[in-house]
Structures are given as structure tokens and as C-alpha cells.
């Protein structure tokens, strides 16, 4: 018995609903009541829609997942969700699936609705039943499905829903829901050909946060989550049947005390809740905003009993963290790990909250060291290569993906992305195999940019270096210097792998040829004079250690010692210096709170990372509300530094299997203590170090297996496993090192 994909068109709303729209229109309920002969012992389900599905069996969730299942190029493939409910089924059972716009149909980014399909929102359904006896059973949406409306009147990712608690939703499920009025379903487009399942952690509740109340104007309520985030509310209330209760959302509030939704632009992020005259509780389900604060607007009568915050995110499991003695460098760390959860929504999005929420490849790219570091994401960016291999063509990438007719192609910077998550994935998860399926996406992109190269230089860099601070990079300086970085990780990579590098080391030294002769003067000054372009040629071996220093130096001090690099440069900064030897700089601009810095956005209440240095200033307010989102992770690449240098943490061989410990302490005193660790696959990696009056004391823990390599200068005493020792043990358990920087 094949399952087949089914649809209904309810009424001439779906069809009418109009590209520009911002909210789209009923969910669609399916139904589909059945008879076991008695409770099985195992069963499951493989559950496919297109658009995004919340599924229900004899009132019950098959699972605590968001947003089923999941957001792909759907002309390519279309993913499927299998879930174990056997505890879920009796006798006589009913199976539900209410399915909404989601990014199918939904308004995507300043293109509106309808970028991959239109309705009807198909779904799929197999259900495989085993009983105790070796007997199956199998049931699959066919057409004895029957199809309806229920309690979402309206829905969009973006914009929000309407909920009407009059209507049912999950009772749909029901065995007694009587559907004799519902209509029939018909085939659709099959679509079984795309259709796989991608091991990969759904989106899910995590923190459950409480709110305040900032102010009551009238009917009018303003409550503060204290935390921006992306999610929902849990909104708990009762009124009059029929009333509705308006819940808006955003990130901070204006001069007047309420809720600022200009940056939003054209999303609403707006849900309804029409009450059933009893007490309620509403969680959407077909909608996620990024908001701290919540303004409701009450009808007469009516009052609410519980507002809560539901964080959402993709249950990616957090294995690393750091803390230090520096509140602002602590209130980073956390604006980081927010500013991540919130854009792991399915996909590494660049902001949560406005008309875009989209896979910019750019800052996919540059936060992607920090987001292993963090977390264990090797599922997570596994789904987003294999989304990056649907997109590409001919060596050319999409600056979005899963692409949809929006957005440049092949930027730099952006392109980037189908190396560096490959090079990460092999540093932290070391799985060959893997890796080496990766090889043809990276070759391709790097053909790509051999054959568009003119004698080895490049032209064009669509975005330069990205919100930098008036310090743009010439774009051939940008684009040979990031390509380089990209050649370069590549042969590093191959050479790891045991694969010939040969066409790589040659390109490299083509490129860098011909980078030297017309980009770097006979001092090696490079064109432009930039942060970044200094940072990044000496990551790349194209200038030396001296002149990296004397030109870095003087970039900061024509700058008052303050960052300006933007998107692209950002991340190579602070590793830079602190190989330079200029610890104390990386330390002030960590914990600098003047504009611009990463300080500046915490002393004016960020709790995420800004998108832009200047989201405000005292000076001009705020920036330009057409792109000033106040929740993008790409300027907490930094917290990579925080691991490999702060701490000190850096694998030398894949999985850190073996590490270097190496801290680069802060001897200007601004930080005098700071202590963190890394879960990786091989065992937990922590590390303490403090100052103290005659100098430092740093002790480390890991697994003896893991074989350390300890790099301390200027030691006066080492203990290992309760040992006093005169040189390092490399496999020992417990080192502290006593040394004077």
C-alpha cells in the first residue's frame, strides 16, 4: 500500500490569497479515523507536508517538535519526520494533522508569498503498526482522508496567527469527532521522489521565561520578557466568547515607552487569540517571532491570568561555555548564546524577528567555529550542506539558502560556506567519511573561482566587508585574501583527509603571487590600509609577522583603538593579535564599552548581539529601521577567540583527539580570571586560569586520552595528577601550571 500526497482546497479564500498578502488563511486540517485490532507493540509514522504541520493523534501531540518538517529547496527535496506512537494508540483511534503555510506559501522576505508552491498545503502520511503477534498493519493518507477547518483561522511564519478557541483543534483527533460534514481529499502532485528524512534535531521548547509588567495604558498592556529571544508566548487568559485579544511583539521599546516596530518592516508578528468565554491557554504553533517585549491589546471583560515567553530553538545540545571575571565580557558570552538559539531555527538564520530570517551563507560562515565551540552542531550543518548542495550550480552559490529567488549569488564571503563548514565539521567531529562526501561541493566552488579569476585576481565583493565602521576593504584586496583563506583550508583539509592537495597548493601560491605584486607595496603595505585586510593577509601567510604587527598597530590607533571591521573580518581580528603579540589590545577591545564595540551595545541593554555596531547610538538614535535588527549573531564570532585564545582550547587533531592548551592570559588586568569548557566527542576539556600577586596560576582538566601538547612561558611550577613535575605529561588528567606572563 502506497501512501499517497493528498490536499483540499476549503473555499475560494485559498485560492484568492494574494502574493503580496501578509497573512494567508486557514490552516488545513486532516483527518483520518482507523481500527487496530488491538494496541500494538510498536508503531510509527512518517508524517510530510508541504508547509509546516502540527500533528495530533486521539488528542494527543505525536511529538514536542515546531515547524515539521522543516524548510528546504522544495523543488528539490522535501524532508519527512518519523515518530514512535506506539504509546499513543488504542483500538479505535484517530490521526490529525493541521498543516500551515509555513515557508512553502508563506511571505518570504520582500517577495511575499507563494516563492515555491500555492495551495493546497499537501501532506503525507505511513503509518506502519506491528502487533505481538509478527501481524502488521499499515495506514496512509489516501482518499479516505477527510479534510476541514479548525481553531487557526489564519497563519504566516512571519506575520503570525489568528487563533479562534471557539473551533477545535487537536480534539480533530478525536475517534468520536464526527467529520461527516468535512470534505473529501484529492491526489495532489506526487511528490515521493524528493522526499527523505535528514537526521537532524527539530525545533523545540527550551527556556520557559517570565514576564513583567512595564505599563498599562487603557486596554492596552506592555510586558518585558527581560530577555530577547525567538519563540512565542504562552499566554493564559479568559472574556467574553468571541472577543479577541491582540498580542504584538518586539525588540525594544521607543522614546515613548512603547513597543518599536519599524525594523520589523513588513512582518506583522502580530497573533490573535479569540476567546471561547472559558479560561485558555495559547501557544501558537505555525508562527515564531523575535521579541522581548509583548504589548496586548485587552477586550471589555477580559483579563489575563498568565503571560509566558517559550524560547524556541533546534535541540542542538549546548557542550560549552565560558565565564570570567569581566561583567562585560560575561554579558557577551550570554548575548552570544542568545543571539545563537535564536537564529537556530531549523536553519542558521541571520535575525528572527523582521520580513527576512533567512540562511545568509555569509553569516552562516563566520559564525561557525564559535557555534561548534558552543554547541554540538554537527547535525544541524550537516542539513544546511546538504541545502547548499541542492542550491548550487556550476561552482556558483546562492548568498541564501534554501534559495528562492531572492538575494545575490557567489558573493565573497558568502560563497565561502561550502568550505568552511566543511573544515569545521572534520575539526570537531573528525568523520571521514563525511568530510570527503563534502570534497565535490568544495571543489566546485573553488573551480568556480579559478575560472573567474583574471590572472589570479578577482574584481567584485558584493557586500565588501560587511556593516564595517567606514573602513570598506578595496574589493580585490577583499575577494583574492578571502578566496586564499578558503584555497588554503582546503589543501590543509585534503592533507588531513590523506587526498591529493596538489591543485590547491598551486592555486594558493597563484594567488598569492599575484596578490603580492599588486596589492602590497614593497614594505608590505596592503592597499586600503584596512583591519581586516591586515588580520586576514597575515592569516593567510601573505604578509609577515612584523609588518602584520607595525600596520595593525597603527589601524587601531588611527581608529582610538576601536574595532571597525565588519562581517567578514571580524572573527580574524583578536586570534590576530593575540598571535601577534598584542594580548593587551585583543583584551581592550573585548571589554571596551565606547562606540564602536561589542561593550557599547551591552550599556545600552543589548541581550543578544546587534546586526550592526550602530543599532543605536546616543548620537543619532536609532539607525535605519529598513535594516536594524537587534538579534543577529555574525559580530559574536568573536566567541571563538574565547575558546581557542582566552582559554586557550585548540585541536590539532580532528575531534580533539589532541589539543594544544595555549591561554593567551590578560596581563593589563582588565580580565583576572577566566575559566570555561569544551564537551567534544573525545571527553570534556576545562580550563581555569586566575591571576595572582606573583603571577598566574591556569589548571586544565580532560581525559587522559586525549594527548595535550601545554604551551606556558616563563613556568615556575607544574602539577599533575597531585605530582609535582619538571616537564609536562601529555596524557595526565589534571594539570595546573604556575607561570608569570
Not at 335 to 346: A, L, T
Not at 493 to 499: E, M, T, W
Not at 556 to 565: E, G, V
Request: charged fraction near 25%; glycine fraction near 8%.
Amino acid at each position: 500500500m502506497n501512501a499517497k500526497w493528498i490536499g483540499f482546497n476549503s473555499d475560494t479564500v485559498h485560492t484568492n490569497v494574494d502574493v503580496g498578502d501578509v497573512f494567508g488563511c486557514y490552516a488545513q486540517y486532516y483527518r483520518k479515523a482507523f481500527t487496530l485490532k488491538e494496541k500494538p507493540v510498536k508503531a510509527t509514522v512518517k508524517l510530510s507536508a508541504l508547509g509546516i504541520f502540527v500533528a495530533h493523534i486521539n488528542g494527543k501531540k505525536v511529538s514536542n517538535d515546531y515547524f515539521a518538517p522543516g524548510w528546504t529547496n522544495y523543488s528539490k527535496t522535501l524532508l519527512y519526520r518519523e515518530y514512535d506512537i506506539t504509546s499513543l494508540l488504542d483500538t479505535n483511534n484517530a490521526i490529525s494533522l493541521c498543516v500551515g503555510d509555513g515557508w512553502y506559501a508563506g511571505f518570504l522576505s520582500i517577495r511575499g508569498r507563494f516563492r515555491y508552491g500555492k495551495y493546497p498545503l499537501a501532506m503525507f502520511a505511513e503509518m506502519n503498526v506491528t502487533f505481538a503477534d509478527g501481524s502488521t498493519q499499515q495506514i496512509v493518507s489516501d482518499d479516505s482522508w477527510k479534510a476541514g477547518l479548525g481553531a487557526i483561522r489564519e497563519n504566516d511564519f512571519l506575520g503570525g496567527e489568528i487563533y479562534d478557541s471557539r473551533f477545535l483543534h487537536s480534539e480533530i483527533s478525536l475517534p468520536d469527532f464526527d467529520d461527516f460534514s468535512w470534505d473529501k481529499v484529492f491526489y495532489t502532485e506526487d511528490h515521493s521522489d524528493k522526499l527523505i528524512k535528514i537526521d537532524y534535531e527539530p525545533v523545540i521548547e527550551h527556556e520557559i521565561l517570565d514576564s513583567s509588567l512595564v505599563s498599562k495604558n487603557g486596554n492596552v498592556y506592555i510586558y518585558d520578557m527581560g530577555q530577547n529571544f525567538a519563540g512565542v508566548v504562552r499566554l493564559t487568559a479568559k472574556g467574553v466568547s468571541g472577543s479577541k485579544i491582540l498580542i504584538r511583539h518586539a525588540e525594544i521599546l521607543d522614546d515613548d515607552g512603547n513597543i518599536y516596530t519599524e525594523n520589523l518592516r513588513l512582518a506583522k508578528a502580530t497573533d490573535t487569540l479569540i476567546l471561547n468565554g472559558d479560561v485558555f491557554e495559547y501557544t501558537p504553533t505555525m508562527t515564531s517571532h523575535g521579541f522581548r517585549f509583548v504589548e496586548i491589546t485587552l477586550p471589555e471583560g477580559a483579563e489575563i491570568i498568565s503571560l509566558k515567553g517559550v524560547v524556541l530553538y533546534s535541540d542542538v545540545q549546548f557542550k560549552g561555555d565560558v565565564i570570567t571575571s569581566h561583567p562585560i565580557t560575561n554579558k557577551l558570552i550570554s548575548n552570544i548564546k542568545w543571539g545563537m538559539k535564536s537564529n537556530f531555527i531549523d536553519l542558521p538564520t541571520d535575525c528572527p524577528q523582521r520580513n527576512e530570517r533567512l540562511g545568509w551563507t555569509g553569516d552562516t560562515q563566520v559564525f561557525a567555529s564559535t557555534a561548534n565551540y558552543f554547541a554540538n552542531c554537527n547535525k544541524f550543518y550537516k542539513k544546511h550542506i546538504h541545502c547548499i548542495n541542492d542550491d548550487i550550480e556550476n561552482g556558483i552559490i546562492p548568498d541564501i539558502v534554501p534559495f528562492f529567488g531572492v538575494g545575490a549569488k557567489d558573493s565573497t564571503g558568502w560563497r565561502d560556506v561550502a568550505v568552511i563548514l566543511p573544515y569545521y565539521l572534520w575539526t570537531f567531529y573528525g568523520e571521514k567519511e563525511y568530510v570527503l562526501s563534502c570534497l565535490p561541493l568544495i571543489d566546485a566552488m573553488l573551480e568556480r573561482q579559478k575560472e573567474t579569476a583574471v590572472d589570479f585576481t578577482w574584481d567584485k565583493a558584493n557586500y565588501n566587508d560587511w556593516l564595517n565602521v567606514d573602513e570598506d576593504v578595496n574589493p580585490s584586496v577583499l575577494t583574492g585574501l578571502s578566496n586564499a583563506h578558503c584555497i588554503k583550508l582546503t589543501a590543509e583539509l585534503k592533507a588531513q583527509l590523506g587526498v591529493d592537495n596538489s591543485k590547491e597548493l598551486e592555486f594558493f601560491d597563484n594567488v598569492k603571487k599575484a596578490f603580492t605584486q599588486k596589492f602590497i607595496d614593497k614594505d608590505e603595505r596592503i592597499l586600503g590600509d584596512t583591519q581586516t585586510a591586515y588580520a586576514l593577509a597575515y592569516r593567510v601567510g601573505f604578509i609577515s609577522k612584523e609588518s602584520a604587527k607595525k600596520y595593525l598597530v597603527e589601524a587601531f590607533n588611527k581608529r582610538n583603538n576601536h574595532i571597525h571591521s565588519g562581517f567578514i573580518g571580524i572573527r580574524f581580528i583578536l586570534p590576530v593579535l593575540c598571535e601577534l603579540g598584542l594580548t593587551d589590545l585583543a583584551y581592550d577591545l573585548i571589554s571596551k564599552t565606547t562606540y564602536p564595540s561589542w561593550g557599547y551595545s551591552i550599556v545600552n541593554g543589548a541581550t543578544t548581539i546587534w546586526e550592526r555596531w550602530d543599532s543605536y547610538t546616543k548620537e543619532k538614535g536609532l539607525q535605519i529601521a529598513g535594516m536594524n535588527s537587534f538579534n543577529h549573531y555574525a559580530f559574536g564570532s568573536c566567541g571563538e577567540w574565547m575558546f581557542e585564545y582566552m582559554l586557550g582550547i585548540k585541536p590539532t587533531a580532528p575531534g580533539f583527539k589532541k589539543i594544544q592548551i595555549k591561554p593567551y592570559v590578560d596581563k593589563s588586568g582588565k580580565l583576572t580570571s577566566a575559566k570555561g569548557h569544551y564537551e567534544s566527542i573525545n571527553g570534556k576539556i576545562s580550563v581555569c586560569w586566575e591571576k595572582q600577586e606573583n603571577g598566574f596560576i591556569c589548571t586544565i582538566e580532560k581525559p587522559k586520552g586525549i594527548d595535550a601538547e601545554f604551551v606556558f612561558e616563563n613556568v615556575t611550577k607544574i602539577v599533575q595528577d597531585n605530582a609535582v613535575r619538571n616537564d609536562f605529561d601529555r596524557f595526565a588528567t589534571t594539570t595546573t601550571v604556575y607561570f608569570n606572563a
